[in-house]
């Protein structure tokens, strides 16, 4: 449903403590490390040395003083590093000077990343705390982050934390994006969908200083009081200098002690966060409770460096797919379990998801390092996939005359559910063949389209397009056979369903039309159905946007300066039995979009695959989906859940999909929609039965609110050029559920 933000009466709040007592400030010390932002990642590693190196020489010199580290990935640095100090690190964890704080691997983006990717953050950082220091936090953290899910609390909670630390958004920033009378409360409980909690808690003011003075650090200390809960007498305060490390310094220490001088009503001591949620666990309050999201602080984050999004999913794929063959493989067959390379693998993607590298917002150089971690861990995956595959091949007897005779090609289904699809396959041949037939394990004939030959040297390979019916998890044999006739076949394959002209498409189970002026898709219909499609079609759209590279303070990308219109470049580029494709080529100044929109027999889905040439700085462009749900209420995936939200227009995160569904048509009352599913895109809007993905933002890379762009400067522009996006409209009468 909506947001929706759960506050006891403020009478429910009850005082379990003497209100005589003193406040206690827990100063928690740390140096918060962006491992990669306006740097690359070797300067960033030697931040994290030199930072621990701090940390542990104010613990030689004052015996009282704490202090927290988080994030596994930059423990594994010091141990490669420098294992001196890392033994260092580990007698100060065991006295419990050091406290180890947020038990993933990074302090990622809490949006982008997939559910599983949240998941492993858990496992990799676990296990590794676990054998290197033989100990476990429960301590979610993330005090940098730039928004955090509403189904994080599940992930929270069934990884084995009970806590949550973060931020961002500031109050102020929550209160400008939701209304002025929504408020989210200092410490609460958080609530993912399925009831699952943890303690929440956004502690006053910010995570690090910049080297204080002891006279400043006295006044964040006092402002940290006052700052304290009713019925509690305890509260937060973080110190140490951030963003390119450093931690605490000798004045703030000094700040410390000479606050305690001074102060009569309150004690500032060196603390830890575990102590800090102890103490409000046990303080006899009664918690609001907040089951939503935790938005927004920088919303052009979902799209900008829209090349960093892509990868990103397509190693989280890659990988999930690797690991699920090879624990078939493992688990049938008695394989060998790639365990070392595939966590590799995950901990750089892990890494890679890092706040301001996965959200977009660093140098345009540190990505070249981000690239090269992704392509490894794409190819660890790839491998894994290969060899699993090989394995459960070889025991698979493909010589069964029952199913005929013909090239044998086994096609896999990694999903966890039965799968209609596409299947292209490259058979080898002697000479150029003029027609394809595809079986399969029972012997009926299936759909198949011979797409192209090529030839090298003496040999050629021809390119076949079918539909496959595959189980899950699971496999199924099937025949190709090259230049023989149907009439040597007993065959019961009925024709095609698909059929075509210049402007319009259809299977058995949907029709669409494009405008041969606009080139929008501006019919969707399926079968038997009222019409899906409204407004001026389904376009892109070019919006205005001078914002900075994370778009601070932005609510909406709506400021539409364009479209792309194909001025009557609509043709039919391919008709077969398996696929038919319309191409759709449109202009907007000098940038180029060409769309090729392809439907297929059986399959209730339209996919359209787009090379995109944009020129525009400082704009967003934005695929705009139109429907005719007067009602319309969008759904948006989130890591490993779903979610509703307010067709307000403004920008949001998702995931793979994005749903709209409402009343679309008046005098039926029937219900229905359109789904709109992506290969890397993570920001949305809907307003008025309308969904809107932001497809790429061609922001100057990092570059931060308050500076000025000055024409006598040259700027690196983030997502100019020529890319590749995909996109699948999924049309459906009743609720997005009832989608095959």
Sequence with gaps: SKRVFCFPERTAI?????ATEKITVHMIGQGHIDPVWLWRIDEGRKEVLDTCRSAL?????????????????SYLWVEEDDPEMFEEIRKRITEGRWEIVNGWWEQPDCNIPGGESFVRHALYAKEYFQEKFGTDTNIGYNVDTFGHNGNLPQILAKSGFDSYVFFRPSEDEFRAYESSTKELPQIFWWEAPDGSRVLACRPPYHYYGFGSDQKEMVRRIEEAKVRTLEGLNDVLCFYGVGNHGGGPTK????????????????????????????KARNAGVEYPVVTDDLQHHATGCYSVVSAVKKYNRRAEQSLMAGERWSAVATALFGAAYPQIEIRDAWRGVLFNQFHDVLAGTSLANAYEDVYAFYERAIETGETAKSQALRVIARHIDTRNTAVGQGVSVVVFNPNPWKRTDVVTVDVPCATAPRMALVTDDTCNEIHSQLLKTETFGDSNT??????????????????????????????????SPLWCDAKSLSNDLLSLHVDHTTGAITSIKVTDGPELVGGHGVM???MRDPSDTWGHDIKQYRDEIGRFYANGDVKLVEYGPTRATLEVVGTYNSSKITQRISVYPGISRIDVDCEIDFREPHCMLKLCVPTTATDGVPTYEIPYSHMQRVPNGDEDPGQKWVDMTGTVDASSGAVGGISVINDGRYGFDAKDGEIRTSVLRTAIYAFHARRQVNAKEQYHYADLGVSRFTYSLVPHLGGWRTVA
């Design 14 to 18: 009850t005082m379990s403590n003497d």
């Design 57 to 73: 020489d104010r613990m030689n010199e004052e015996p009282d003083f704490l202090f927290s580290r988080s994030s596994a990935a």
């Design 251 to 278: 004045e703030n220490i000094k700040g410390i002690r000479e606050y305690n001088e001074q102060a009569t009503d309150s004690v500032a001591i060196f603390s830890t966060v575990k102590n800090f949620f102890e």
């Design 462 to 495: 021809a390119s076949i397009l079918f539909t496959a019916d595959v189980p899950a998890l699971g496999y199924r044999v099937f025949r190709v056979r090259l230049d023989e006739m149907r009439d040597n076949y007993d065959t019961k394959l009925t024709r």
């Design 540 to 542: 892109f759209a070019v």
